[in-house]
């Protein structure tokens, strides 16, 4: 087992795992810095979600290694992953996933009243990410009195509220529509970039991956790079293909020696 290097907040090495046998991730690595926005692309079913479930421990992969910093995340029990998830990590979804029985506040403050802190500091902590996030004035609301894009809003600030360490994003823009993706994406990235959280951002988007400092592309569980070496080496060992001027050659010297 090989120490992530320093300059590393997250690090990930030969990442595997499959879901019900079929292929999720196949031997990727990453590294992500302090406060560095990363975009992990690629279309549906490449493996984005898997990547960030295993990074942030959600899942633990069936082979390679997850580092937090110094802490070897692959290898802690689920009561220590869960623990940082609460309170080191922090995640956003397509879908906003409040509460609807709490107040916009009171699901805003949520990780902070599970971690046991008072009353009084989770609600000052929330309503501040709220007003920061242009929708204090819904903090008393229900979130049924909200639109979508400000739902999305309340589960940003809830991501936020504990000033993680680092933040996933998994595809947090795409059930919105062009002009609310953009405002929740800079408000995404002018967050962590004042705050200096690190960022493991998903996304199939174009605009939403140019907001990001770097890219990781994955295509089929792989790296794209490594997926498409796979391609051409399937392609330069495969037997030719009807068609092909190989075949054609043989099939002329089959006829050849059956007219003979």
């Known amino acids: 087992m090989v120490a992530p290097p320093d300059n590393d907040v997250l690090w990930a090495r030969s990442l595997h795992y499959s879901h019900s046998g079929s292929p999720g991730l196949i031997g990727v690595s990453v590294g992500v810095r302090q406060g560095e926005i990363l975009a992990v692309t690629g279309p549906r079913g490449s493996g984005k979600t898997t990547l960030l479930r295993c990074l942030s421990g959600q899942l633990p992969p069936e082979q390679g290694e997850v580092w937090f910093n110094s802490v070897p995340v692959h290898t802690l ?17 397509p ?133 498409e070496a796979a391609a051409a080496q399937v392609t330069e060992t495969a037997p030719d293909s009807p068609g092909s001027p190989a075949a054609d050659t043989t099939e002329d010297q089959a006829a050849c020696s059956l007219s003979a």
Do not use: Y
């Open 77 to 93: 029990g689920d009561p220590a992953r869960e623990r940082m998830r609460r309170d080191r990590f922090g995640w956003i979804g």
């Open 95 to 227: 879908e906003p996933g409040l509460l609807p029985e709490l107040k916009v506040w009171e699901n805003a403050a949520l990780p902070l009243l599970l971690a046991g802190a008072s009353h009084r500091t989770a609600k000052h902590a929330a309503c501040a990410w709220l007003e920061r996030l242009d929708i204090g004035a819904f903090a008393r609301k229900r979130p049924s009195a909200l639109t979508r894009a400000e739902c999305q809003r309340v589960a940003l600030a809830r991501a936020l509220v504990n000033e993680p360490a680092v933040l996933f994003a998994d595809e947090p823009t795409a059930p919105l529509h062009r002009a609310e993706r953009t405002l929740l994406l800079r408000t995404l990235t002018t967050a962590a970039r004042s705050h200096e959280i690190t960022v493991v951002l998903a996304t199939h988007a174009e605009e939403t991956a140019a907001a990001a400092d770097r890219r990781l592309a994955l295509l089929d569980g792989r790296s794209a790079e490594a997926a």
